[in-house]
């Protein structure tokens, strides 16, 4: 088992931003089995899907239009419910199969954090067994 992590810095308060790379470069060489790529974090998660700019900009209106901005109990806190609630409808992780080392995403696969709070500086584990 390895397990490695890095970090990456967000601009917006609602941003996908593609980690495709960091993850490929987080895996074990050789590693054959599955990746697990975690967010240490509430308020922002990790999901597959394509990395193509306009797809992204539709995620982050979606998520701006499914989740209200306001009105949430937990802002009376830190003002940021908005930002728990979309993190919890994307999951904080994913497992991505691996062969020799190399990731086995399809196509038109990215390995994607999405923020919910930005901007800020993520910490993404990546565990490969």
């Known amino acids: 088992m390895a397990h490695s992590e890095f970090t990456v810095g967000t601009d917006d308060r609602l941003e996908c931003v593609d980690v495709t790379e960091q993850v490929r470069e987080a895996v074990a060489a050789g590693a054959t089995g599955t990746a697990t790529v975690f967010s240490r974090h509430t308020t922002c998660g990790i999901t597959v899907n394509e990395a193509e700019g306009r797809l992204l900009g ?3 209106d979606f ?3 499914v989740v209200p901005d306001t009105g949430w109990a937990h802002d009376e806190i830190d003002d940021n419910a908005d930002s728990h609630l979309r993190a919890a409808l994307i999951g904080p992780d994913v497992t991505i199969p691996v062969a020799e080392g190399e990731l086995q995403l399809g196509t ?6 999405v923020e919910c709070d930005g901007p800020r500086t993520r910490t ?3 565990t490969t067994d």
């Open 63 to 65: 998520l701006a239009d």
């Open 124 to 126: 993404v584990t990546v």
């Open 58 to 60: 539709d995620v982050e």
């Open 108 to 113: 038109w696969q990215s390995v994607l954090l």
